[in-house]
């Protein structure tokens, strides 16, 4: 019932920043959303919750202290600001959203999913 599309993804050198975002096609608002990323080879894991307010946020340990995400329900929008950028971070970033906050964010509890925009990280 939602439509889900990342953007912001791109080629950034170690040390940089990127903000992606993930346009929804109708109200979120009823949604708690998702970051997740996938490397080549390895499977999808969790980047960063929120949930439908906004009020309680979750972050993998890998990112925690670099990257911050945020929504803007009004504007069916979710941030993912991304700094400090390591290679390590190089993945297809994907949102997604849940109807039911999940307690450990598993890939397969979402619900929705865009189609992932790139991010790489060069060394």
């Known amino acids: 019932q939602v439509q889900l599309v990342e953007s912001g993804g791109g ?14 096609s109708s109200s979120i608002s009823y949604y708690a959303m998702g ?3 996938q490397a ?11 949930n439908w307010s906004g009020g309680r946020l979750r972050y993998a ?4 202290g670099r990257f911050t995400i945020s929504r803007v329900n009004a504007a069916n929008t979710v941030y ?26 598993s890939p397969t509890g979402m619900d929705y999913w865009g189609k ?6 060069s060394s």
């Open 35 to 37: 970051w997740f990323r």
């Open 11 to 24: 080629l950034v050198q170690a040390g940089g920043s990127l903000r992606l975002s993930c346009a929804a």
């Open 40 to 50: 080549p080879g390895k499977e999808r894991e969790f980047v960063a919750g929120i």
């Open 80 to 105: 993912l600001q991304m700094v400090s950028l390591e290679p390590e971070d190089t993945a297809v970033y994907y949102c997604a959203a849940v109807r039911s906050l999940p307690s450990n964010w």
């Open 116 to 121: 992932g925009t790139l991010v790489t990280v």
């Open 61 to 64: 340990d890998s990112v925690k």
